[in-house]
């Protein structure tokens, strides 16, 4: 079992930066593939970015790329997401996925643990 802790939620204005953090409770973290998803009020839950094992790989959502920064540090346990030029359409909970294949996926369904979100509220 895989427990997934962010933090990093807040509110911020449109403009400003904000980072993530999702740590987890597991020895086996680099054989994890990482993600981010969110989720705002009404909206279907969307991949933001994915990660391989090794971070040799990496996807973003159309809407956050050029903009959003995914990073991982298997030391640490620990994935990130740097989120700068934040706009009002980013308010979201943000969520932290973990998938036990070995193929980076921007679909839901394949994503096996899941922590427990963060809000991000950006105003205008």
């Known amino acids: 079992q895989v427990q997934l802790i962010e933090s990093g939620g807040g509110l911020v204005q449109a403009g400003d930066s904000l980072s993530l953090s999702c740590r987890a409770t597991?020895?086996?973290?680099?054989?994890?593939?990482m993600a981010w998803f969110r989720q705002a009020p009404g909206k279907e839950r969307e991949c933001v970015a994915t990660?391989?094992?090794?971070?040799?790989?990496?996807y973003y959502g159309d809407s956050v790329k050029g903009r959003f920064a995914i990073s991982r540090d298997n030391a640490k346990n620990t994935l990130y997401l740097q989120m700068n030029s934040l706009k009002p359409e980013d308010t979201a909970v943000y969520y932290c996925a973990a998938d036990v294949s070995a193929t980076i996926t921007t679909s839901r369904a394949a994503y096996d643990y899941w922590g427990q979100g963060t809000q991000v509220t950006v105003s205008s």
């Open positions: 597991t020895r086996s973290f680099s054989n994890l593939i």
């Open positions: 990660i391989s094992r090794l971070g040799s790989r990496i």
